[in-house]
């Protein structure tokens, strides 16, 4: 609610859930953009179904609102989520990375990605164990802390394994401010802490998918932050 002039309380339209905001607006403007680009560009790898998973499970928009960004019924908003919920589950066996050095996030972080379907082959607290875990495990995907256990940095493990081969990685951290100086090349996955469960289970499945798409053209996929 806010408080008018007059002195009473009446429902602040930004905070209505279902309803058109000035943020509906702007993400439906921003939609529009991205569209043009692809008109002049070429295919953008982030189909309606994959736009309405983000749009609900990261940036917080209900059904009703998605669907008035993407302009789609509320109906159709909902057999893109069922969709989406059936390429999670084919999604399912892919080997994951925790570089994490406090035990009950690591922990939480396993149990969220074993949920999903996926192996987690190894949870590593220091730049040495997630090189060598890495380099052991092969994983398909990597979720990592900027600040570990030694004082060691996730971001330099990270370039180390990438140097040895692709792989996409979540960065999950307190100081996302550590990643985006402008300074060197940003994170194309970034989660800040405290997270929500929604957004980690959503950003994995995208970067998976956006992984298999580019690993198909040879491109280089867009930034997605929660």
């Known amino acids: ?5 007059d002195g009473g309380l009446v429902p602040n339209p930004d905070l ?16 529009e953009l991205i569209t043009l680009l692809q008109d002049e560009n070429g ?19 209900d059904k009703a609102q998605a669907a008035e960004i993407l302009n ?5 908003v909902e057999d893109m989520l069922e969709e989406v919920q059936s390429d999670i589950a084919r999604q399912a066996g892919a ?25 987690v082959v190894g949870i590593a607290a220091t730049l040495t164990q ?3 875990k890495a380099l052991k495990g092969r994983p398909d995907i990597i979720l990592s802390d900027v600040q570990l256990a030694d004082g060691s940095s996730g ?3 990270v370039d180390k394994i990438q140097s040895t081969f692709d792989v996409p990685v979540i960065f999950i951290t307190a100081y996302p401010e550590r ?8 994170p194309l996955f970034l989660i800040a802490k405290p997270y929500m469960e929604a957004a980690v289970r959503a950003t994995v499945s995208h970067a998976l998918f956006l992984d298999s798409y580019f690993r198909g053209t040879n491109e280089s996929p867009s930034p997605v932050s929660a």
């Open 1 to 5: 609610f806010r408080l008018e002039v």
């Open 130 to 132: 997630a090189i060598e």
């Open 95 to 119: 080997r994951a990375l925790v570089i994490e050095d406090e035990p009950l996030i690591a922990a939480h972080l396993k149990l969220q990605l074993r949920q999903l379907g996926h192996e």
């Open 72 to 76: 789609v019924s509320t109906g159709e």
């Open 43 to 61: 295919p953008i790898p982030t189909p309606a179904k994959r736009q309405a998973h983000l749009l609900t499970m990261i940036e917080g928009f």
């Open 179 to 186: 990643l985006l100086t402008g300074k060197r090349p940003e």
């Open 155 to 157: 971001i330099d493990a």
């Open 16 to 31: 209505t859930r279902g309803r058109s905001t000035p943020r509906v607006a702007l993400y439906r403007r921003l939609l």
